[in-house]
């Protein structure tokens, strides 16, 4: 122990990485005003259509919370077998529940309540840069950084969204602005928020439990409440534990031991499917070459950017080890990386001033100054690839959003979106509507009960065979029938409405009478889940006969070949 400092070695070398600093000034006070423009321009991107960057955020997190609270709902394997967390979809379900309590149970209404419930959560990030940056740079790098946290498009266009990478980018962010609390008020407090965030965002997305854990044990050194940490800490894991386990009625953390056998199986069948620099070549089309380019800046002063720069690389190396790979898994790369180009900015602004100080004679303006020309450049260069960025105009960005599996639609944030959404949501208020038929997608690529929100017949593209076993004519199964195909005629319908490239056609008034279902949750699993289930728990269920569909009057069983991926 240091005799000067009266602390420990450990601790004042992690005093020098995170320099912490009481700030000169009060929080700026433009900050609750760049948070509420923050929610604006999200809730505006929110709000003006719909589209999908992974199917899972239908699959995983709207349809089961549907499912919760309406009664209709696909269940995917995950939900079959119990491999995934009720946290997100119990938190979409919440909401839900308290839409359709007011009265306002219809898509109009919660899908807009949904979306703009996570923006609010989104808020969290750009408020835990400014609180970081202040404390671990500079008044003017958080400035730059809240800026930055509140109008960088990826922020923006995937604030709305349910997906585990970015509810748990919120609460680490958070948790960063934590550690770098001045050292004595570190000492005595924050244990019960700082235990609380990791928790959460650990237990929201399993793969961010190394860096929820590398911040809460940064945390932990820089504190004298320890022993309370831990304990809270680990209280609130086995919380997390047990509520998993009354979810799917199986053993502490089911769905997190189960997803995790499942992927480590899976992974070893996708050797080989993406390069290990596969995550750089995303972030440098995604940021515009500017992301990569602040991370190699930042390199050279390790000294200042040691904690953003372990951060990002912890990161990249774990989702790297993986075989699969998405540009979503690191989303936390993002706020990264722009706290550093906020201070690297904020760093050569303050250079400019000065020497342009130095020399002046006499009075200037400072809008005229070289300090001025070099922020109007910085913000129109960051607000043209943000710009290009939300536009979809960006080089190559067209490749980011796309898994390698092809499961990734195409990303249209504020333009040019599937139209497959518009058609549904017209599907959930139009009359007549008593079951409906997707001729050309599965379920895996449709809006699901979430949007169409009835209680009836919802077959797919995946379903012919079933169809077919029936031995019913279609027009004895859906009165609606939805197809992308131009020319596609089907006896016995006609084209209703019109959705860009989707058509909708409707049963012809003198059809026999549609053969209803005894509920409407079909369980859609494929051979690959249950041969990889099979392999590490041989007790697991059985996928039901006909994808779980019952008629109200009986037809033959048929296996769960019937439906391929």
């Known amino acids: 122990m240091s005799a000067q400092s009266g602390r420990t070695w450990p601790a004042s070398q992690l005093e020098r990485i995170l320099h912490p600093q009481a700030p000169e000034s009060a929080p700026w006070r433009y900050l609750p005003l760049v948070l509420a423009l923050a929610f604006a321009i999200r809730a505006g991107v929110a709000l003006s259509g719909d589209f999908v960057l992974h199917p899972d955020e239908i699959m995983q997190y709207l349809e089961p919370a549907h499912r919760l609270v309406f009664g209709s709902g696909v269940t995917y394997w995950e939900y079959f077998y119990g491999a ?65 946290g509140a109008f960088w498009y990826e922020l923006v266009g995937f604030a709305h969204k349910p997906l585990t990478e970015f509810v748990a980018t919120a609460p680490l962010m958070a948790l960063l602005a934590f550690t ?5 008020v570190a000492r005595t407090s924050a244990v019960w928020p700082a235990a609380a965030l990791a928790v959460l ?28 940490l831990v304990l809270i800490a680990a209280g609130l894991a086995l919380a997390v534990g047990i509520f998993d386990a009354v979810a799917w009625d199986g053993r502490l953390f089911h ?32 940021g515009g070459g500017l992301g990569v380019l602040c991370i190699a800046a930042a390199a050279w002063r390790p000294g200042r950017y040691g904690l953003l720069l372990a951060l990002i690389a912890l990161t990249l190396a774990m989702h790297s080890l993986q075989q699969h790979k998405e540009y979503r898994f690191v989303f936390v790369v993002v706020p990264l990386w722009l706290l550093i180009a906020a201070d690297l900015t904020a760093r050569a602004g303050a250079v400019m001033a000065g020497r342009a100080g130095g020399r002046a004679i006499g009075p200037r303006r ?27 105009a960006l080089p190559g960005q067209d490749r980011v959003y796309r898994a390698w599996s ?10 040019d979106q599937d139209p ?126 006909n994808v779980g569909i019952r008629l109200t009057e009986p037809l033959l069983p048929t296996t769960r070949t019937d439906v391929r991926p």
Not at 180 to 184: D, F, G, N, Q, Y
Not at 206 to 224: C, K, M
Not at 256 to 282: C, D, F, H, K
């Open 420 to 545: 497959i959404f518009a058609a549904y949501r017209w599907l959930a208020t139009a009359s007549g509507v008593e079951a409906v038929w997707q001729l050309d997608r599965g379920h895996h690529q449709l809006p699901g009960y979430y949007y169409l929100h009835r209680r009836i017949p919802f077959y797919d593209g995946q379903m012919r065979p079933f169809i077919e076993r029936s031995g019913t004519d279609v027009t004895a199964l859906a009165s609606h029938l939805v197809t992308e195909k131009p020319t596609l005629p089907v006896s016995g319908y006609s084209v209703e409405r019109t959705f860009g490239t989707v058509r909708i056609l409707r049963r012809d008034v003198d059809a026999p009478p549609l053969r209803r279902w005894q509920e409407y949750a079909p369980v859609l699993i494929y051979d690959i889940n249950d041969a990889i289930m099979r392999r590490f728990d041989p007790q697991a269920p059985l996928p039901p006969a």
């Open 255 to 286: 769905s997190y031991v189960t997803n995790v056998l499942y992927n480590l199986i899976l992974g070893a069948m996708r050797v080989g499917e993406s390069p290990p620099w596969q995550y750089l070549e995303w972030l440098a089309l995604a």
């Open 406 to 415: 092809g499961e990734t639609g195409a990303v249209r944030f504020v333009r």
């Open 201 to 228: 965002a650990g237990a929201v997305r399993l793969q961010y439990v190394p860096i929820a854990a590398l911040l809460l044990g940064i945390v932990l050194v820089r504190t004298r409440r320890r022993i309370q």
């Open 180 to 184: 770098v609390r001045p050292a004595e």
């Open 84 to 148: 995934r967390s009720w946290l997100v979809p119990g938190f979409v379900a919440a909401v839900l529940a308290l839409f359709d309590a007011l009265g306002l149970g219809e898509p109009q209404y919660y899908i807009a309540g949904v979306k703009l419930a996570f923006c609010a959560i989104s808020l969290a990030i750009p408020a835990g840069m400014y609180l970081f940056a202040r404390r671990h740079f500079s008044e003017a790098a958080a400035r730059a950084a809240l800026v930055a």
């Open 366 to 392: 400072t809008g005229s100054s070289p300090a001025g020309v070099y922020a109007a450049v910085c913000a129109g260069v960051f607000g043209g690839v943000s710009a290009a960025g939300i536009l979809n």
